[in-house]
């Protein structure tokens, strides 16, 4: 087996630094993509976190990117409304979307809304199987360009929880019915079996809750503790943009302790 590529780590003084760095890094990689293969496959996460990086993209006109020619797909999708405050795509649209233009057409949206989140989360790996023209089956090609992924303090990411048997799923989707953090609402998320068909996957935390969770992804051996984070890398990098307060640290830092720690 392959060893995995060690992860690339960017540490910033604080979320605005760091999410403006991804930010760059994010253009570049758009840039490059729509040059050499005329598409750039974009996966976004929610939450909190990432609105930082949403606008610092939405708000730099002198990037040269063509954003209507890039598909937006998602991590991951509350079950609720677009309209709905904890609405992934929702946060999505209002700070970067929306003020881009971006034809509907380019957004891949998962219907969280759905009566039945099996029948969204079946039309959302189909939407995706269309998109890279073959299924979960086919080893292929990479299925996406860039997963841009936050973490949470107990190591989930997208809606990947520890013990979820999404993370051994072969499926590139699932529902999670019981997140075990706010909002506890039921998920569709990408599986790893997705997500690791990214060539890229970046990472974006920030605050100390994060330290726990960020340390035992990049520490492994350290803790002897595999986060569902840990188990999602790109095929070809795997990149961590965090601020001082979630850097990680072997010792895991002052941070807080797991959630479960009590
Ligand atoms: C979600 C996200 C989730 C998020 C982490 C961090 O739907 O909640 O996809 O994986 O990235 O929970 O969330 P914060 O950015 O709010 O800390």
Do not use: C
């Amino acid at each position: 087996m392959v060893p995995a590529v060690a992860p690339r780590v960017e540490v910033g003084v604080d979320l605005a630094t760091v999410a403006g760095r991804l930010a760059r890094r994010v253009e570049t990689l758009a840039l490059e993509s729509l040059e050499r293969r005329g598409r750039f496959g974009l996966a976004l996460s929610g939450g909190s976190t990432p609105e930082a990086l949403f606008r610092s993209l939405a708000g730099d006109r002198s990037s040269g990117v063509d954003w209507t020619a890039v598909d937006f797909f998602w991590a991951d999708e509350r079950a609720v409304p677009p309209s709905d405050p904890r609405s992934n795509y929702g946060l999505a649209a209002r700070t970067w979307l929306e003020p881009r233009a971006i034809p509907p057409i380019r957004v891949h949206r998962i219907s969280g809304e759905s009566d039945s989140l099996e029948a969204a989360s079946g039309a959302y790996e189909r939407d995706l199987q269309n998109y890279l023209g073959s299924g979960p089956e086919s080893g292929g090609p990479a299925l996406l360009d860039l997963a841009i992924l936050g973490i949470g303090p107990d190591g989930h990411t997208a809606s990947l929880f520890p013990d979820s048997p999404l993370l051994e799923s072969s499926a590139w989707t699932g529902v999670e019915r019981s997140p075990p953090l706010d909002p506890r609402v039921p998920r569709i998320s990408l599986t790893p079996a997705a997500l690791n068909r990214s060539r890229i996957v970046a990472f974006l935390a920030a605050g100390d809750e994060k330290r726990w969770a960020v340390a035992r992804v990049l520490h492994p051996d350290a803790f002897g503790v595999r986060p569902p984070a840990a188990r999602v890398r790109g095929l070809e990098s795997t990149e961590w943009f965090v601020d001082r307060a979630a850097g990680g640290s072997p010792a895991g830092g002052t941070g807080a302790g797991r959630p479960s720690d009590g």
